[in-house]
């Protein structure tokens, strides 16, 4: 229950609030430091998906700013932005792959 109101909360924050404060209203009482940065946008990736969707480049616009202050590489960007693997990746494994792998006919 409590996900659920967080992820219309965190929805409705990127809809409404300005990108001066949408941060820190996420943050809702946290302190804004690079762990809960990076742990607010590893929930948003998470359940909003790390592609396609609005709420998640919404919250990238101002956090990746937040992070490159804090002295963060593009390299170290790029592991936090995308940090599930994707189709053509090295270390990407299909359902099928797995399943494969497990023995089944696929």
Same mark, same amino acid.
């Given at each position: 229950? &409590?996900?659920?109101? %967080?992820?219309? @909360?965190?929805? =409705?924050?990127?809809? %409404? =609030?300005?990108? #001066?404060?949408?941060?820190?209203? &996420?943050? &809702? ?5 690079? %762990? $809960? ?9 998470? $359940? ?7 709420? =998640? ?15 963060? $590489? ?6 936090? @932005?995308?940090?599930? !693997?994707? !189709?053509?990746?090295? /270390? ?5 792959? #797995?399943?494969? &792998?497990?023995? /089944?006919?696929?």
């Amino acid at each position: 229950m &409590a996900t659920g109101q %967080e992820l219309i @909360r965190l929805t =409705t924050l990127s809809r %409404e =609030t300005s990108p #001066e404060s949408l941060l820190g209203e &996420a943050l &809702a009482g946290h302190d804004r430091t690079v %762990e $809960n940065v990076k742990s607010l946008f590893g929930f948003i990736v998470t $359940n909003f998906g790390q592609e396609g969707s609005a709420v =998640t480049e919404k919250f990238w616009r101002v956090i990746e700013p937040f992070l490159k202050e804090s002295g963060f $590489n593009d390299q170290q960007l790029k592991k936090i @932005r995308y940090p599930f !693997p994707k !189709p053509g990746d090295k /270390h990407f494994r299909s359902i099928l792959d #797995e399943m494969r &792998a497990e023995g /089944h006919d696929v």
